[in-house]
């Protein structure tokens, strides 16, 4: 069974930093790209960063370039977002997700999330 | 960035009626487009993939159609289960992006 389990949340003053994680289980962790994407309260849903399965190719949302960070452990089975100089419109449940088909299916696979996990909660406020 | 443009935002519908959300990129993407329903507290659930086919366990009164830009979700009987929010996700680049969602409430 495909497990995604975020940590890292909590409420953070604006200008700090916080690290996410998503831990992963139940499937080949480093075949599949991985996403973060946020859902501030009340709001619809947000792509924030998305990474290749051997972190080759890397994607931010033009809100979070230059301040957020995606990365991976492939041998840990873990996603990570560290976020720098966080702001009040960064507060929202961050959720990770795994995409549909593994790298090695190339261009006949499909790229959308088809797993999430339950998400973590990130506050910015002083 | 690609835009999508979904709409409704809400619409009001009563049990048995059928129900249509579309999705507009603000160029074309083929068919590298998903629909996803959302519960109040829960995450995103994936209903339809590559615009049109059905994901794996998704009831069949579900249905996508479209390509290049303009994009159609089709509930062809609603249910009790299927209030909640809907959102389109265009996948054609690293760099997705989601409409706005449509929220489906009971008539």
């Known amino acids: 069974e495909v497990q995604l389990v975020e940590s890292g949340g909590g409420l953070v003053q604006p200008g700090r930093s916080l690290r996410l994680s998503c831990a992963a289980s139940?499937?080949?962790?480093?075949?599949?790209?991985m996403h973060w994407v946020r859902q501030a309260p009340g709001k619809g849903l947000e792509w924030v960063s998305g990474?290749?399965?051997?972190?080759?190719?890397?994607g931010y949302a033009d809100s979070v370039k230059g301040r957020f960070t995606i990365s991976r452990d492939n041998a840990k089975n873990s996603l990570y977002l560290q976020m720098n100089s966080l702001r009040a419109e960064d507060t929202a449940l961050y959720y990770c997700?795994?995409?549909?088909?593994?790298?090695?299916?190339?261009?006949?696979?499909?790229?959308?999330?088809?797993?999430w996990g339950q998400g973590t909660l990130v506050t910015v406020s002083s | 960035a690609i835009q999508m443009t979904q709409s409704p935002s809400s619409l009001s519908a009563s049990v048995g009626d059928r129900v249509t959300i579309t999705c507009r990129a603000s160029q074309g993407i083929r068919n590298d487009l998903g629909w996803y329903q959302q519960k109040p507290g829960k995450a995103p659930k994936l209903l339809i993939y590559?615009?049109?086919s059905l994901q794996s366990g998704v009831p069949s009164r579900f249905s996508g159609s479209g390509s290049g830009t303009d994009f159609t979700l089709t509930i062809s009987s609603l249910q009790p289960e299927d209030f909640a929010t809907y959102y389109c996700?265009?996948?054609?680049?690293?760099?997705?992006?989601f409409g706005q969602g449509t929220k489906v409430e009971i008539k």
């Open positions: 996700l265009q996948d054609y680049n690293y760099l997705w992006t």
């Open positions: 997700a795994k995409v549909m088909s593994p790298y090695y299916y190339d261009s006949s696979g499909y790229y959308l999330p088809d797993y």
């Open positions: 590559a615009a049109s």
């Open positions: 990474i290749s399965w051997n972190s080759g190719s890397i």
């Open positions: 139940g499937f080949t962790f480093d075949d599949y790209a």
